[in-house]
C-alpha cells in the first residue's frame, strides 16, 4: 500500500497495538484501519520514511501539546504531516486557552496516553481531550502515523482521523 509496509486490518493485528489503541479500533472501519509491523530502532519519523519508502508528505506525526493559564493544565494532541511542524505557540496555545504551551513532557504524554513514547497517535486518545488535525493530513488519501507502540505503524485515510472523537481539522496547524 506504502512503500513497503506489509499491512494487515487493525482488528487483526491487536498485539501491534497499544491497548487504548486497540479498544478505540473497534469503533472504526475495518478496511480503513491497517497496521504493519516495523523495526522499533527505525520508528522515529526521518529513519522511517527511509528504511520502508515512505514519503515524508504521507506520513503523520502526533504530538502532545500542555497548555496552561493559571494552575489549569490542558493537553491536547496535535497531527500534521512530516514535513510541517505544529504550531503550538499559536494556533495551539490559542485553541487551548493558555498563556504558555509546549509539548508535554515525556512521562506525563506516555502516563496520560498509555501508549509508548514516539509511537503516540490520535486513536484512542484519553476521552476530553483536544484533538487538532491539520486540513493536510485530513486532505491525504492515506497517511502513516504511530499505533501506540514503536514497532508498528497505522496506515489510515486522513478523513478518517478528521472522524475521530474531539477532533478538529485546523488550516494551517502545521507550518
Known sequence: MLGTLDTAPALDRTDLLAEPVAAAAHALPRDRLLVAPIDPDLADT??????????????ANCVVVAGRRGEVTRYAACVVLATTRADVNGVVRKRLDARKASF????????????????????????????????????????????????????????????????????????
Open 46 to 59: 526521518a529513519a522511517f520514511c527511509e528504511a520502508y519508502d515512505v514519503g515524508l508528505e504521507v506520513s
Open 104 to 175: 508535554a513532557p515525556m512521562a506525563d504524554a506516555v502516563e496520560q496516553t498509555g501508549m509508548e513514547y514516539g509511537g503516540i497517535t490520535p486513536v484512542g486518545l484519553p476521552a476530553g481531550w483536544l484533538l487538532l488535525v491539520d486540513a493536510a493530513v485530513v486532505a491525504q488519501p492515506w497517511v502513516v502515523v504511530g499505533s501506540g507502540l514503536r514497532r508498528s505503524k497505522l496506515v489510515v485515510p486522513g478523513a478518517v482521523l478528521a472522524d475521530l472523537p474531539g477532533a478538529e481539522v485546523v488550516t494551517d496547524l502545521g507550518r
